[in-house]
């Protein structure tokens, strides 16, 4: 939890992102994603400073184990002095203990989007899914969170003015709206119209566009001219690093491109054969392609 210091902006944990972005599809299967196609709703998770602290917290915890479809675990919400946002302890269950800071008692209206990730964490846990090491365990658990429809509310809770600032989670705000446009894109759902605070939906933005131009790279028709000349060069020398592309020959000598799928970013191998259609064995996706 960043509290009144600065707040990292741009992308530096990308490549992790699109790593989870996968791992996700691969242990749930595209079918099982599919199914988080609505997102968690406001008015679920609304908590104003009338409610009573605690039961407003169990209310909330429980519509995001049931978004999360988690009918058999039972969320416990305490508050206390810490430094981090929150902490969940993830035992066998049923029962699971989610600490959060203190601050959360004046700072109602974010409640929702720490117990977000923490119940996540829960899913995951459930799951068998994680990361190696602390940093990269939480982005994936972030990316989840926003992927599978609950994280626009870590977006959200982004606010940064002259005199101080806030932001939940591990990614940067740019990154939150990276993962929520790549979830758009797939569900065609408009997170931005639940945005209160205003540098949330400005990340948005820029997240979504970032997420627009992993369709718009060779050798996806719809590339721009300059990515299919660079594309033809290096298919012709046998580049492509740092294009997300690369050439190798297969066993009868022939050559044959490898790219990542700009839906679930499983890498996709074909022929080198002029225009073809691709469909992603992963998330099914049909590409259009100039290889």
């Known amino acids: 939890m960043t509290s009144g210091g600065p707040?990292?902006?741009?992308?530096?944990?990308?490549?992790?992102?699109?790593?989870?972005?996968?791992a996700l599809y691969k242990r749930l299967s595209n079918d099982t994603v599919r199914t988080f196609a609505s997102s968690v709703v406001p008015a679920d998770v609304a908590f104003c400073d009338t409610d009573d602290l605690h039961l407003g917290a169990q209310r909330v915890a429980r519509e995001l184990v049931r978004h999360y479809r988690l009918p058999d675990a039972r969320i416990i919400v305490s508050f206390r002095e810490m430094t981090h946002a929150a902490n969940v302890e993830l035992a066998a269950g049923p029962e699971y203990f989610v600490e959060l800071n203190d601050r959360f008692r004046t700072h109602?209206?974010?409640?929702g989007a720490a117990l977000a990730?923490?119940?996540m964490h829960v899913y995951l846990h459930r799951l068998d899914l994680s990361f190696p090491g602390t940093r990269d365990?939480?982005?994936?658990t972030d990316t989840a969170?926003?992927?599978?429809g609950a994280g626009w509310l870590l977006l959200d809770a982004y606010r940064e003015d002259g005199a101080s600032s806030?932001?939940?989670g591990y990614l940067t705000p740019e990154e939150f709206g990276y993962v929520l446009g790549k979830r758009a894109l797939v569900f065609g759902e408009d997170p931005s119209v639940w945005f209160t605070s205003a540098q949330a939906y400005t990340a948005y933005?820029?997240?979504?566009?970032?997420?627009?131009?992993?369709?718009?790279?060779p050798p996806l028709v719809a590339a721009g001219w300059a990515g299919r000349r660079r594309y033809a060069r290096d298919r012709r020398q046998g580049?492509?690093?740092?294009?997300g592309y690369s050439f190798s020959a297969d066993g009868g000598g022939r050559l044959r491109v490898s790219f990542p799928c700009p839906t679930c970013q499983q890498r996709i191998r074909v022929a080198v054969a002029g225009r073809v259609r691709v469909r992603c064995g992963l998330c099914r996706t049909v590409l259009e392609c100039d290889t």
Do not use: C, F, M, S
């Open 7 to 22: 707040v990292e902006h741009g992308y530096p944990h990308l490549e992790t992102v699109r790593a989870a972005i996968t």
């Open 108 to 111: 109602r209206r974010d409640i």
């Open 117 to 119: 990730h923490e119940i």
């Open 137 to 140: 365990n939480e982005i994936l």
């Open 145 to 148: 969170t926003a992927y599978l």
């Open 166 to 168: 806030q932001k939940l």
């Open 205 to 217: 933005g820029k997240g979504l566009a970032e997420a627009r131009r992993d369709g718009e790279r």
């Open 239 to 243: 580049g492509g690093v740092g294009a």
